[in-house]
């Protein structure tokens, strides 16, 4: 069975630091393209960050200089590291991968994470 597990998500103070993860288990030939979305109350899900399995890596203006997406592919895992926070940056985020999955002939696949809360507050 595919899954996505996400941890890392809490409270932290304005100026804080928080690291999310992001591990895929399962049958898995190939990860591609893992991203990086959060979706505030009320407000539509965006991008925050991306990261290519060529190591390429893009990040929405708003968190570019305080976040950094990174990945350990021997544990199939992609992080975001999340510094000087702002409480704007409050939202579930979540992950999301491209996948080759199950054995030959492989099945192309968007999978999800199940969400972390951030909450950035005083």
């Known amino acids: 069975q595919l899954q996505l597990v996400e941890s890392g998500g809490g409270l932290e103070q304005p100026g804080g630091s928080l690291r999310l993860s992001c591990a895929v288990s399962?049958?898995?030939?190939?990860?591609?393209?893992r991203r990086w979305y959060r979706q505030a109350p009320g407000k539509e899900r965006e991008l925050v960050a991306a990261?290519?399995?060529?190591?390429?890596?893009n990040y929405t203006d708003s968190v570019k200089g305080r976040f950094t997406i990174s990945r350990d592919n021997a544990k199939n895992t992609v992080y975001l590291q999340m510094n000087s926070l702002k409480p704007e940056d409050t939202a579930v985020y979540y992950c999301?991968?491209?996948?080759?999955?199950?054995?030959?002939?492989?099945?192309?696949?968007?999978?999800w994470g199940q969400g972390t809360l951030v909450t950035v507050s005083s």
């Open positions: 999301k991968s491209w996948v080759l999955a199950g054995t030959a002939p492989y099945r192309y696949l968007e999978v």
């Open positions: 399962g049958s898995i030939f190939k990860i591609y393209v």
């Open positions: 990261i290519t399995s060529g190591g390429s890596t």
